[in-house]
Nanobody, 124 residues
Framework: QVQLVESGGGLVQAGGSLRLSCAAS????????MGWFRQAPGKEREFVAA????????SYADSVKGRFTISRDNAKNTVFLQMNTLKPEDTAVYYC?????????????????WGQGTQVTVSS
């Protein structure tokens, strides 16, 4: 079956960096648009970033643009989220998601598979 497994979360001070990874199995990874979403306590899940199947097209939420970078390695079935200049408001559980299709999307309902999430906590 399809599995998406995130790793790389943790506790970091404001201004620091983390790199999240999401390893995919059970699917033809290069056929899937990949995205990162996050959910903070008491808030709705929100879009963070997405990347096209080839990696040539990326999109970001305004709140992370210029600080976060999404990338993928199709040979290793892995998508990454490099997070720099972290802020306390970035604290959330971060989820990766896969969408069988051509176009990136910032809507979670358009994604077919989800990981279990990894906690990111940014202290002030």
């Amino acid at each position: 079956q399809v599995q998406l497994v995130e790793s790389g979360g943790g506790l970091v001070q404001a201004g620091g960096s983390l790199r999240l990874s999401c390893a995919a199995s059970g699917l033809t990874f290069s056929n899937y648009v990949m995205g990162w979403f996050r959910q903070a306590p008491g808030k709705e899940r929100e879009f963070v970033a997405a990347i096209s199947r080839s990696g040539g097209i990326t999109s970001y939420a305004d709140s992370v643009k210029g600080r976060f970078t999404i990338s993928r390695d199709n040979a290793k079935n892995t998508v990454f989220l490099q997070m720099n200049t972290l802020k306390p408001e970035d604290t959330a559980v971060y989820y990766c998601a896969g969408r069988h299709g051509t176009y990136t999307s910032n809507s979670g309902v358009r994604y077919d598979y989800w990981g279990q999430g990894t906690q990111v906590t940014v202290s002030s």
